[in-house]
């Protein structure tokens, strides 16, 4: 059985008066930065899912393995993992990535197929990467 609980939209609104009522300033002010914090997350982590959707399509992966590889190329690129994924997604629709974005791409891709396969090699038919910048 199926249960749905309505519960009032005011009684939102009387809650969060009452705590703005007892809160003091510096209690607002660190709560408004800790949900700004939190919205910032939020939106990073949608377009962090995007591209791991389209890494685990691409590779074919699972969602951990898809995961590090963007952990991966975020390490290698020193960039924080949103803005990575945020740069995946727009190669999708037509942007081109940077030159360390693709270099680190191929690398992480390198080394997914090579744990694929239990070794640490990459794919014979792929350069080893080796008196490259």
Known sequence: MHRT??????????????????????????????????????????????ACGMVMVL????????????????????TELPEVAAAMVAAWEGEPLSRLMQRALGRALRQLYAED???????????SGRGRP
């Open 59 to 78: 590779a074919p992966c699972r969602r951990g393995p898809a995961r590090n590889l963007l952990v991966d190329i975020s390490r290698q690129c020193n």
């Open 5 to 50: 609980t309505m519960l009032p939209e005011k009684r939102w609104d009387v809650a969060a008066e009452a705590s703005a009522e007892n809160a003091t300033g510096q209690d607002v002010v660190a709560l408004r930065a800790e949900n700004d914090q939190l919205r910032r997350a939020l939106a990073g982590r949608t377009v962090i899912d995007q």
């Open 117 to 127: 396969r239990g070794c640490d090699s990459p794919p014979a038919d792929e350069p």
